[in-house]
């Protein structure tokens, strides 16, 4: 008789086992085949650039650098080519128009929110008293000494000139280093 209860156990186990391995296949194949979608995984060296169209495929995306505005369009499936092809620069926001004229796009800068939020620096000779603000540790007061200084001198040249700036000192300029940064003047 006990015998008997032993191989009952024994077929009980080998019958669960059985029945969990098209389970354990199945999550396993859905793992493996879980591919990340085109311009969907950031790195040290991705691009991140936000493409507002008039399809589905707005949003933001990441590409690998060296890509070009066509290059990007032909990956996300936009049916425009703009006759002189640019590089992708981090920031952009490029925006397809509507219509039939397949070169409609415009070319501007990402908002400073979405920057913030990915962890992208803002020019701070364009950022506004609200962008500002969104920086971590500066308020309206702090916000609007930096734009009557940038007003004063017209534009800041290099970073640390914020250093001139009424309230801002060492301790807060090092804050500060990560959300912000000059932009070149180009001729």
Same mark, same amino acid.
């Given at each position: 008789?006990?015998?008997?209860?032993?191989? @009952?156990?024994? &077929?009980?186990?080998?019958? @669960?086992?059985?029945?969990? @391995?098209?389970?354990?296949?199945?999550? +396993?194949?859905?793992?493996? #085949? $879980?591919? $990340?979608?085109?311009?969907?995984?950031? *790195?040290? !060296?991705?691009?991140?650039?936000?493409? +507002?169209? !008039? #399809? %589905?495929?707005?949003?933001?995306?990441?590409?690998?650098?060296?890509?070009?505005? %066509?290059?990007?369009?032909?990956?996300?499936? &936009? #049916?425009?080519?703009?006759?002189?092809?640019?590089?992708? !620069? $981090?920031?952009?926001?490029?925006?397809?128009?509507?219509?039939?004229?397949?070169?409609?796009?415009? @070319?501007?800068?990402?908002? +400073?929110?979405?920057?913030?939020?990915?962890?992208?620096? /803002?020019?701070? %000779?364009?950022? %506004?008293?609200?962008?500002?603000?969104?920086?971590?540790?500066? *308020?309206?007061?702090?916000? +609007? #000494?930096? /734009?009557?200084?940038?007003?004063?001198?017209?534009?800041?040249?290099?970073?640390?000139?914020?250093?001139?700036?009424?309230?801002?000192?060492?301790?807060?300029?090092?804050?500060?280093?990560?959300?912000?940064?000059?932009?070149?003047?180009?001729?």
């Amino acid at each position: 008789m006990m015998m008997f209860e032993h191989q @009952i156990r024994g &077929i009980i186990a080998v019958s @669960i086992i059985l029945a969990m @391995i098209p389970l354990v296949y199945f999550l +396993a194949q859905t793992q493996m #085949n $879980s591919k $990340s979608p085109v311009l969907s995984v950031s *790195g040290p !060296e991705t691009i991140i650039i936000e493409v +507002a169209a !008039e #399809n %589905n495929e707005s949003g933001i995306f990441f590409a690998a650098p060296g890509t070009s505005v %066509n290059q990007i369009f032909s990956q996300l499936g &936009i #049916n425009r080519i703009i006759p002189e092809d640019m590089k992708l !620069e $981090s920031g952009m926001k490029i925006c397809v128009l509507p219509g039939e004229d397949h070169r409609g796009v415009v @070319i501007l800068r990402m908002d +400073a929110a979405k920057r913030l939020a990915l962890g992208m620096p /803002i020019d701070v %000779n364009l950022a %506004n008293l609200e962008e500002l603000t969104l920086i971590p540790g500066v *308020g309206e007061v702090l916000s +609007a #000494n930096i /734009i009557a200084h940038r007003e004063k001198i017209g534009r800041f040249e290099k970073l640390e000139q914020l250093m001139d700036v009424k309230g801002i000192k060492e301790k807060t300029m090092s804050k500060l280093m990560p959300y912000l940064y000059v932009e070149p003047l180009t001729l």
